[in-house]
């Protein structure tokens, strides 16, 4: 852990270059830094996995969008007021600050809207953030990835 599980409207993948997304968010999440300055997420640990949704219902199908026009064009260009809609979940273990716990929100919601605005700017499209913890009642870990960065 940390993990972090993207959901995405599939018609998203026309328009947003989810690899870079994916990676930006995970470099983001390293960055996270506690109080103390340590780092906050272990990076053998650190995961960012991304689903797009192949079937999926938005608001109102678009009919808000279509009815304010606003120089909006839709995801695929052939529907102005086809939405599109992301949602990330950071899943953390407990024991970290209110307030590092707000960092690591941040730092993803920055990422992701680094790379979501643009097409914002021309697009319907909603964002949603979250981050969770604990408690687990159930909690197994077997890893080769560990190992390679810890320092000697």
């Known amino acids: 852990?940390?993990?972090?599980?993207?959901?995405?409207?599939?018609n998203l993948d026309a328009i947003v270059d989810m690899p870079a997304l994916c990676r930006d968010a995970a470099d983001a999440m390293l960055a996270v830094r506690d109080e103390a300055g340590a780092q906050v997420f272990p990076t053998g640990g650190t995961r960012v996995?991304?689903?797009?949704?192949?079937?999926?219902?938005?608001?109102?199908?678009?009919?808000?969008?279509?009815?304010?026009?606003a120089g909006k064009t839709g995801i695929t260009g052939s529907d102005p007021g086809e939405y599109g809609f992301m949602y990330a979940n950071l899943r953390m273990?407990?024991?970290r600050s209110?307030?590092?716990q707000q960092a690591a929100?941040?730092?993803?919601?920055?990422?992701?809207?680094a790379r979501l605005d643009p097409c914002?700017?021309?697009?319907?499209?909603g964002l949603t953030v979250q981050v969770d913890?604990?408690?687990?009642?159930?909690?197994?870990?077997?890893?080769?990835?560990?190992?390679?960065?810890?320092k000697a």
């Open 98 to 100: 209110s307030a590092t």
């Open 93 to 95: 273990a407990r024991g």
């Open 120 to 125: 914002m700017a021309t697009r319907h499209i």
């Open 133 to 150: 913890e604990g408690p687990e009642v159930f909690d197994a870990k077997h890893s080769t990835l560990h190992p390679l960065f810890r």
């Open 1 to 10: 852990m940390p993990h972090l599980v993207i959901l995405y409207s599939g």
């Open 105 to 113: 929100g941040e730092a993803i919601a920055r990422a992701l809207r």
């Open 49 to 69: 996995l991304a689903y797009p949704a192949p079937h999926f219902a938005l608001a109102d199908g678009g009919a808000a969008g279509r009815a304010a026009g």
